[in-house]
């Protein structure tokens, strides 16, 4: 069964940094579409960044110049390095893969992955 675990969330103060893992499971394919969304309570799961097969990364605005997304296709693995964290930047943050090595717009939203990760929690405190 594919499997996706998040790790590295925790408590940050306003300008610090975190570095959240994703690791993915043999089941899901080392070079498909990954990416990292973020839900607070109430509202919809939001795109953060994603980075195709190719190496192709896309942000959302508001994150643009703080996080970075990588992947290590031989572990498996996707991480997100987030700098400057900002209080709105508190939520639950989910990895997601696709089947595939293409990423659809950030806007096209998260029902169009099949996998996910239970989530692993970021809070900033102002």
């Known amino acids: 069964q594919a499997q996706l675990t998040e790790s590295g969330g925790g408590s940050v103060q306003t300008g610090g940094s975190l570095r959240l893992s994703c690791a993915a499971s043999?089941?899901?394919?080392?070079?498909?579409?990954k990416s990292w969304f973020r839900q607070t309570p109430g509202k919809q799961r939001e795109g953060v960044a994603t980075?195709?097969?190719?190496?192709?990364?896309t942000y959302a605005d508001s994150v643009k110049g703080r996080f970075t997304i990588s992947r290590d296709d031989g572990e498996n693995t996707l991480n997100l390095q987030m700098n400057n964290l900002k209080p709105e930047d508190t939520a639950m943050y989910y990895c997601?893969?696709?089947?595939?090595?293409?990423?659809?717009?950030?806007?096209?939203?998260?029902?169009?992955?099949?996998?996910w990760g239970q989530g692993t929690q970021v809070s900033v405190s102002s």
């Open positions: 997601g893969a696709r089947f595939t090595e293409y990423c659809p717009e950030m806007r096209t939203g998260w029902s169009v992955y099949p996998y």
């Open positions: 043999e089941s899901v394919d080392r070079r498909s579409c």
């Open positions: 980075i195709t097969g190719d190496g192709l990364i």
